[in-house]
């Protein structure tokens, strides 16, 4: 049998060396995936309210007209706390440019009001941490649930 003769190295198909290069993005994924998971979260021990319900009705009666939002953050950074629409537009900021400390628990109260100065209009809201060092934006689960606000009292609690 006669010897084939070396011409060079085999050639490779453009198929070949797509499936080779997704093979390796897949297995960076993972990789990157798995680090992700071990890392802990950064905004935690989210709470609405008292006894968790997330619900109020700023009708200035003095019960439930405000809502207090507690959470805790993993890092130090100065952050933006911010009540948004499930869509992403601001309602009102709580705070601007403050500096939330690692491991500690940050309490903020929303009276329902909207930037204009208003009542927000009854829905679903929730809340948006803005990292301003770190370039990250937040919005942990749970939602604030707001209540039409029919006015019972005179605001004088």
């Known amino acids: 049998m006669p010897k084939r003769r070396n011409r060079g190295a085999a050639r490779l198909s453009p198929a070949a060396i797509v499936f080779a290069l997704l093979v390796i993005a897949t297995l960076g994924a993972f990789a990157y995936a798995q680090r992700v998971k071990r890392d802990p979260l950064v905004v935690d021990k989210v709470t ?4 968790n319900s997330g619900s109020f009705t700023p009708n200035a009666d003095c019960r439930n007209d405000t809502i207090r939002i507690r959470f805790r953050t993993t890092v130090s950074d100065l952050a ?3 009540i948004i629409k499930p869509g992403g537009k601001v309602v009102i900021t709580l705070a601007r440019g403050k500096f939330l400390k690692r ?8 009276d329902g009001r ?19 060092g770190e370039g990250r934006v937040l ?10 606000a029919t006015p ?5 609690c």
């Not at 609405?48 to 006894?51: Q, S």
């Not at 919005?139 to 039409?148: C, F, Q, T, W, Y």
């Open 48 to 51: 609405f309210g008292v006894g």
């Open 80 to 82: 933006n706390v911010q």
């Open 103 to 110: 491991y500690h628990f940050h309490t903020f109260y929303w």
């Open 114 to 132: 909207q930037r204009g100065g208003g009542i927000a209009p009854p829905g679903r809201y929730k809340l948006r941490v803005a990292l301003l």
């Open 139 to 148: 919005v942990p689960g749970g939602a604030i649930h707001l209540h039409k």
């Open 152 to 156: 019972h009292g005179t605001g004088a």
